[in-house]
Structure formats: C-alpha cells, structure tokens
C-alpha cells in the first residue's frame, strides 16, 4: 500500500502544497509544530532518506535550501530541518520556522483557514 505521502503526492489526499517539481512536493504538515511547518518528500517512495537514489537525494536537498531561503525572506525568521524518519516510512525533511516559544514535539492547532492563509503566504513560485 502507498504511504500517507505517496496518496498525498497523487492527490489522493488532500494538502496544503507549497511547492512541486518533477522530483519533490510540499506541503504544510497537519500536525505543525510551528506556523509554516512543511514537509518535503521525494517523489519515489523510498523509507530512509539515506537509501535515496543520489539524484533524487540531491533534488531533495536542493529543495530544502531553495525553500528554507525563501521561507526566511518570507518570514523573517530562521529555518530549521528536522529528519527523524520514524513516523512515516517515506523520506522527508521537516522545515520549520524558528520561533522562541517552539517545543518539540508539540503541534498547534490551526483552522483550515489558518492553513489556506500560511499556504498562500509560504507557496513558492519560480
């Protein structure tokens, strides 16, 4: 069976897409730990981001950077990555927006309409 973000990728399930290309999508987790929390997976499902083929692994990272920078100029505050790999077996990288009162493993509760106005803010655009 596909994982969460395989049918999200497919648009089997629906997201809050920031970006896509033809090797990575993301989209604001549902569980954010921080306003702007985004995930950025791979397209080819593939559980640890170690056992990535290298052009997908450096297509991923190179959407890390590229949406890190712009989430700082967007929001004026400091990126952070997280790769934990435990909770869904599909690579990925967690970019959160630094903020003082962030604690990990605490999420927010946001209304979708919270979600569609970070969404717009933080969709990136070449």
């Known amino acids: 069976m596909p994982s969460i973000f395989t049918q999200i990728i497919n648009g089997d399930i629906p997201s809050y897409k920031i970006y896509e290309d033809d090797k990575t999508y993301a989209f604001l987790d549902i569980h954010p730990e921080t306003k702007g929390h985004t995930l950025v997976v791979p397209k080819q499902e593939v559980d640890k981001i170690y056992d990535l083929p ?55 509760d946001l209304t979708p309409d919270e979600f569609e106005q970070i969404q717009s803010q933080l969709e990136y655009r070449d």
Do not use: F
């Open 54 to 108: 290298d052009e997908d692994y450096q297509a991923l990272m190179a959407t890390v950077k590229k949406l890190s920078r712009h989430m700082e100029q967007t929001l004026g505050r400091r990126t952070l990555w997280k790769v934990i790999g435990t909770d869904v077996p599909h690579a990925h990288v967690h970019l959160l927006p630094y903020d003082e009162t962030w604690e990990h493993g605490r999420t927010l």
